[in-house]
C-alpha cells in the first residue's frame, strides 16, 4: 500500500512537472506581466495611453538588463569592451572557464593535504577536476546551448505573451470573477477575493523589493570585491546578491566564498578586508536600501522570519529558506483570515 501511494504520488509529481514544461511559456508570461504591471499602471495614469505604457516599460526594463549586464561586463574585463556583443559574451565564458579551472587547481592544492594517506586521495582530485572541466566540454557546451535556446524562446514567447495580458488585464480579471461567481457562492466568494487581494499585496512587494535589491547589493558587491583586487569579483558577488534574499544567514553565507578566495591568495589578513568591505555593504542595504524598497511587507516578526529560515532550510535547502519569508507571509495571512471567520 506504501509502495502504491509513493508511485501515484510520483506520477502525479511527473505529471505535474510535465505541464509545467509545457505551459512554461504562460507562467513566463503571468509572472512578467505580473511584476510589470505596477510600472505599467504608473504611465498609463500619466500618459493615458496603455500600449505606449506597455512600450516604455518594456524598453526601460530591456535597457535596465542590458546596462546591467554590461555593467558587470566592465566590472570582469576592466574596461568597456571594444568588440561587439558576440566578443563580449567570449570574454563573460572565458571568465567562468577560468574560475572552474581555478577551482579544480584550489582542489588539488588544498584538498590533497586534508585527505593525505588515503589511498584514493588523487582519485578523488582527479575526479572532481574531470567533473568541472567536463561541464566545458564540447558535448556539455552543446547541451547548454539548448538548454539556454529552449529557455530564450521560452521567454521570449512568455514575453509576447505578457503584453498581451497587460494589454487586455480587465478582459482576464472579468473571466477569473465570472469563475469565481460560476463556483462559488457569495460568502466564500467575498473571503477568498479578499485573501487573494491581501496575499497578493504581501508577495508582489516582497518579490519586487527583493529582487531589487538583490540586483543592488550583487553590484555593490561586485564594485567593492573588485577594489579589493579579490579574484572572480563577480561571481562572488552575484552569489552574495541572491543569498542576500535569505534574511539573516544569506549575508554571512554570501562572506564565506569572498573570505576563502582572499584568504588562500594573500592570507588572513586581506581575508578580514574583504569581509569588512562586504560587511559595510550589508550595513548600508540593511539600513537604508533594504528598508526604502522592500520594508516590512510581510509584517511578521523578526522571530517568526528567523523561526521560518531555519525550518525550511532543513527540509528544502536553498531553496526553501529563498521561499520562506514570502511562504511564511502568505501563511500569516491565512491563518489570521481563518481566526477573524471564527469569531
Known sequence: MDNFLFEMASAIAGLLGTFAKALSPLIIGLIIAYLLNP???????RIKSRGFSIFITYGLAAAGLFGLFYGFVVLIVGALPSGGLGYTAELVAA??????????DFAAKHLSPIIEGRKDAEAVIRTLSSDLMSR???SSLIKTLSAVTGGLVSFFIGAAASVYLLKDKEHFINMWEKLMVLTLKQKPHGIISETMSQINSVVATFIKGALVDSLIVAFLSSLVLTMLHVKFAVIIGIIGGILNIIPYFGPFFGMVPAFLVAFFENGPAHGLIVVLGLFLVQQLDSNYIYPKIVGSTTGLHPLFVLMAVSISGYFFGIAGMLLAVPAAGIIQVLVCNWAYSRE
Open 39 to 45: 510600472v505599467v499602471s504608473w504611465f498609463e495614469e
Open 95 to 104: 571568465y567562468f572557464e577560468d574560475a572552474v579551472s581555478a577551482v579544480s
Open 136 to 138: 566545458f566540454s564540447i
